[in-house]
């Protein structure tokens, strides 16, 4: 039997949810989470898990099973997920994987690029370097050890550029050879679906469902793990803002504002990754969920569906 991976992604605020489990109740199969901010289990609200009649609707993997005090990386959700996949896959021919965080839905369907660990002085040392001399030098010096990279990459973004060299000086190999590694067949076969809308139109959801937050109680959420607020997990849109409120640096409005104006900006970003993957098939956000499964079982049933998700006919996202 073909096991099929079925990805729904698009930006925040879009209906994932809302589609995920209509498809999931069509198709009489389950949903892993690929959001890493509804893997912890102290925060809900902030997070817009699903609600428990939509978790009870159809059985759900990867919400809220952590504590935000566990360590826990996309390397280790890609581990996990894989081993969920290969048991659910036992009993089910599709599965439906849902999330707007990119790199996790791409650490399951593709594999992660690995890299060795490298003495963090080096890194510390780029830093001094780019603070002293600028720019001009990193870029300088990548072109010199990783012409192939140098010539790929933003040189602007300076970041990237010392990622890429501390790679470089730490392993005596490129960092477009680690990128060029063969990484691990999957299994099953990847089907990526993109809900998509105009700008204007994700945006105002975007403010509709911070205020929807607020009105279930996202202040009291936040006070709840203001004393926690070191941990990773909670440096996140939604509670570093009122956290901002709570240690008296800014109006509650402000801080309101400041949400919306940071999911925005994260839907955004959002875009801006996927708009990258030419496997994905958007879809307008409030097409028929008959119309997306008439399109999986399409693809499913076609003669080419080793390519799948390979349309040309792809719609691409809103800018």
């Given at each position: 039997?073909?096991?099929?991976?079925?990805?729904?992604?698009?930006?925040?605020?879009?209906?994932?949810?809302?589609?995920?489990?209509?498809?999931?109740?069509?198709?009489?199969?389950?949903?892993?989470?690929?959001?890493?901010?509804?893997?912890?289990?102290?925060?809900?609200?902030?997070?817009?898990?699903?609600?428990?009649?939509?978790?009870?609707?159809?059985?759900?993997?990867?919400?809220?099973?952590?504590?935000?005090?566990?360590?826990?990386?996309?390397?280790?959700?890609?581990?996990d997920a894989l081993t969920t996949l290969d048991s659910l896959f036992a009993r089910h021919s599709s599965?439906?994987?849902?999330?707007?965080?990119?790199?996790?839905?791409?650490?399951?369907?593709?594999?992660?690029?690995?890299?060795?660990?490298?003495?963090?002085?080096?890194?510390?040392?780029?830093?001094?370097?780019?603070?002293?001399?600028?720019?001009?030098?990193?870029?300088?010096?990548?072109?010199?050890?990783?012409?192939?990279?140098?010539?790929?990459?933003?040189?602007?973004?300076?970041?990237?550029?010392?990622?890429?060299?501390?790679?470089?000086?730490?392993?005596?190999k490129t960092y477009s050879y680690f990128l060029n590694q063969p990484k691990t067949p999957r299994p099953?076969?990847?089907?990526?679906?993109?809900?998509?809308?105009?700008?204007?139109?994700?945006?105002?959801?975007?403010?509709?469902?911070?205020?929807?937050?607020?009105?279930?109680?996202?202040?009291?959420?936040?006070?709840?793990?203001?004393?926690?607020?070191?941990?990773?997990?909670?440096?996140?849109?939604?509670?570093?803002?009122?956290?901002?409120?709570?240690?008296?640096?800014?109006?509650?409005?402000?801080?309101?504002?400041?949400?919306?104006?940071?999911?925005?900006?994260?839907?955004?970003?959002?875009?801006?990754?996927?708009?990258?993957?030419?496997?994905?098939?958007?879809?307008?956000?409030?097409?028929?969920?008959?119309?997306?499964?008439?399109?999986?079982?399409?693809?499913?049933?076609?003669?080419?569906?080793?390519?799948?998700?390979?349309?040309?006919?792809?719609?691409?996202?809103?800018?």
């Amino acid at each position: 039997m073909q096991h099929y991976l079925i990805s729904i992604t698009g930006p925040t605020a879009i209906g994932k949810t809302g589609l995920s489990i209509k498809l999931a109740m069509a198709l009489n199969t389950e949903i892993l989470s690929a959001d890493s901010r509804q893997f912890y289990k102290e925060m809900s609200i902030g997070t817009a898990v699903p609600t428990q009649e939509e978790l009870n609707l159809v059985p759900h993997h990867f919400i809220q099973h952590l504590s935000i005090k566990d360590s826990y990386d996309v390397g280790d959700f890609e581990k996990d997920a894989l081993t969920t996949l290969d048991s659910l896959f036992a009993r089910h021919s599709s599965l439906l994987m849902v999330g707007g965080s990119g790199l996790y839905l791409k650490a399951v369907c593709e594999g992660l690029n690995y890299f060795p660990e490298v003495n963090p002085k080096i890194r510390e040392d780029l830093n001094r370097q780019y603070k002293a001399e600028g720019i001009g030098k990193l870029q300088s010096r990548l072109k010199q050890l990783d012409p192939d990279y140098a010539s790929r990459v933003d040189l602007q973004n300076h970041r990237r550029l010392i990622r890429a060299l501390e790679i470089c000086i730490g392993s005596g190999k490129t960092y477009s050879y680690f990128l060029n590694q063969p990484k691990t067949p999957r299994p099953f076969k990847s089907l990526k679906i993109g809900l998509t809308a105009p700008r204007e139109f994700i945006y105002e959801r975007i403010n509709q469902r911070v205020d929807k937050m607020m009105e279930k109680g996202l202040l009291e959420e936040a006070k709840r793990l203001f004393p926690l607020r070191q941990y990773p997990a909670l440096n996140t849109i939604g509670y570093q803002e009122i956290f901002a409120h709570l240690e008296g640096r800014c109006s509650l409005d402000f801080a309101v504002s400041e949400i919306k104006k940071n999911t925005r900006r994260f839907a955004k970003r959002q875009l801006t990754w996927f708009k990258k993957d030419p496997a994905i098939h958007w879809f307008p956000h409030d097409t028929p969920s008959s119309t997306v499964i008439t399109y999986i079982q399409q693809k499913k049933n076609s003669p080419y569906s080793s390519s799948l998700g390979s349309s040309t006919t792809n719609r691409k996202p809103s800018p």
